[in-house]
């Protein structure tokens, strides 16, 4: 009798788009092995599940678990992570829109842009996404030439949420960074400025009139990340400009103060679920991974 073969895991796959005009980068994913390292974006994150679930948390004693049919957000400078939840993976929809445009646009149906820190399940919408981002990989040229687009999009999705709005409004503070102690935010300023050097954590501490300790202890209190992770993410970030403005992958490694091209390759699919090689060339069309 032949001995049965085990049957593989499907394979994770991404696929990327962003536009200058409006200023969007898309993710549609599927993953089921992948896991997310903890991380933070400059921008909102605003994600649909199409099938499956995910866990977003960036600490395994806090999960914010998202099921098949559920929107959500993820406020600027706000850490987490993700991993598929069960064998089924996960497929999902994530949209990053720069702040000032995403509260324009709530602010315009008239609800809060808080109003999806909390998952809400709304298949329509759902729907909505995949639509939209099925447009957008298979016809870039037309999103970005009509940035209309975009408004309508946000018209189908907000206009729907608004009767709820008032249930759901979150007017919390801002993100801790903004509210941090005048020395941690120095610190974080600093790694703005040295992002493509390593900079020790006695550096910092020294920068900061801190010890070591209650330095990582505010900082991370302050940014929910520790400050490696927080440089780290910096310059992630810097790779990712790089790459998207025509740098190839060991260029923007070396640029952005990693040892090696596949140093950064480790770190960057960690962060974006795409590889360096796969983003390189991006800008205002669509890329398969």
């Known amino acids: 009798m032949p001995a049965r073969r085990a049957l593989s895991a499907p394979a994770d796959s991404a696929h990327f788009v962003r536009f200058a005009q409006p200023e969007l980068e ?23 599940v199409i099938r499956g679930a995910k866990d977003t948390s960036a600490h395994a004693g806090k999960p914010m678990q998202v099921a098949q049919g559920e ?44 109003l999806l820190d909390t998952p809400l399940r709304q298949r329509r919408l759902v729907a909505e996404f995949a639509h939209f981002a099925a447009r957008a990989l298979a016809q870039p040229q037309a999103i970005q030439a009509y940035a209309g687009e975009w ?15 008032a249930r759901l409004t979150n007017l919390s503070a801002q993100p801790a960074a903004f509210a941090a102690d005048p020395r941690v935010r120095r610190i974080g300023d600093y790694l703005h400025t040295h992002a ?32 490696h992770r927080y440089q ?22 070396l640029a952005t103060g990693f040892a090696d091209q596949s140093h950064l390759g480790r770190h960057f699919k960690a962060m974006f679920g795409v590889t360096p090689g796969s983003l390189a060339g991006a800008r205002g069309s669509a890329r398969t991974f």
């Open 26 to 48: 898309l993710l549609h994913a599927r993953f089921y092995t992948h896991r997310f390292a903890s991380h933070a974006h400059d921008s909102w994150a605003i994600g649909a």
């Open 71 to 114: 929107l959500y957000a993820l406020a600027p400078h706000v850490a987490h992570a993700g991993r598929s939840l069960g064998a089924q993976g996960c497929e999902y929809v994530m949209i990053y829109v720069p702040d000032t445009q995403w509260r324009t646009q709530c602010a315009l149906h008239g609800v809060s842009p808080h």
């Open 151 to 165: 408004t309508l999009f946000c018209e189908r999705v907000l206009g729907a949420l608004s009767p709820s709005a």
């Open 232 to 253: 780290l993410v910096l310059r992630l970030r810097d790779a990712k400009r790089l790459l998207l403005g025509g740098a190839a992958p060991s260029e923007a490694a």
């Open 196 to 227: 493509a050097r390593n900079v020790s954590l006695d550096e910092l501490a020294s920068e900061a009139s801190l010890s070591v300790s209650e330095l990582c202890r505010r900082f991370s209190a302050a940014y929910g990340l520790s400050p």
